[in-house]
């Protein structure tokens, strides 16, 4: 089950109980830790279903769930979306085409990704192994500046394989590229276009023209 076993599920004849401050209540009778859950207005939750006897806690579940959720999700929200990429080297390679696998290499490292180096051995080059592992020394320390082996070269059948991954670093502004780009998503999703002002309403009122001639004419008659 993914969720731990609350109240009545609680199938067992006692249990080591734990305070809601995690003071340490002892070992109790199942009915008895019930009790003083009902008591208190709380939840009693297992914690540790495998010792014996499994340890109880007293809590809100409810809120110990909900705060159990936002942490994953913001741990979700900040994990690195690292991708392993992967490129072929050969043992016999010319400077021209190191010089250009080298550069994928730093590309991806610079990317924030992974990558898998692996040295392909053909006839009698299985016999040289030494010579693999020469190559791929010289790689990383090559790209030193941008990353650091994280699995030291190792023979796998007729290939030898290594990982490099970026320095931290270029691991986290990756994330936190990620994460603003999620704001910035989630915040045009959210906001609302401002209506524009009616201009009719908003045009200021012109008064009147005061027609001068008539006030002349009721002056004469009079």
Same mark, same amino acid.
């Given at each position: 089950m993914s969720e731990p076993r609350i109240n009545d599920r609680i199938r067992v004849p006692?249990?080591?109980l734990v305070g809601p401050n995690g003071e340490q209540v002892g070992i109790v009778r199942v009915e008895d830790a019930l009790r003083l859950a009902d008591e208190a207005g709380l939840d009693l939750v297992e914690v540790a279903p495998t010792a014996r006897p499994p340890v109880c806690k007293l809590m809100d579940f409810g809120k110990f769930k909900y705060e159990s959720d936002m942490k994953a999700r913001e741990a979700r929200k900040n994990q690195t979306n690292t991708i392993l990429k992967e490129i072929r080297?050969?043992?016999?390679? =010319?400077?021209?085409?190191?010089?250009?696998?080298?550069?994928?290499?730093?590309?991806?490292l610079k990317a924030g990704d992974k990558v898998k180096v692996m040295i392909m051995f053909r006839g009698r080059e299985q016999s040289r192994p030494e010579m693999g592992f020469?190559?791929?020394?010289r790689l990383?320390? =090559?790209?030193?500046?941008?990353?650091?082996?994280e699995s030291s070269p190792r023979q796998d059948g007729r290939n030898?394989?290594?990982?490099?991954?970026?320095?931290k670093k270029k691991a986290e502004a990756k994330a936190e590229e990620r994460r603003r780009k999620d704001a910035e998503a989630?915040?045009?999703g959210t906001s609302a276009p401002?209506?524009?002002? =009616?201009?009719?309403a908003a045009a200021p009122t012109?008064?009147?023209?005061? =027609?001068s001639t008539t006030d002349e004419t009721a002056a004469t008659a009079s």
């Open positions: 006692e249990v080591r080297f050969r043992l016999k390679i =010319d400077p021209h085409d190191y010089a250009t696998k080298k550069g994928h290499v730093e590309r991806f020469r190559l791929l020394q990383a320390e =090559d790209v030193t500046d941008l990353g650091s082996v030898m394989v290594m990982v490099i991954g970026p320095h989630e915040a045009a401002v209506p524009a002002q =009616d201009e009719a012109e008064a009147a023209p005061v =027609d």
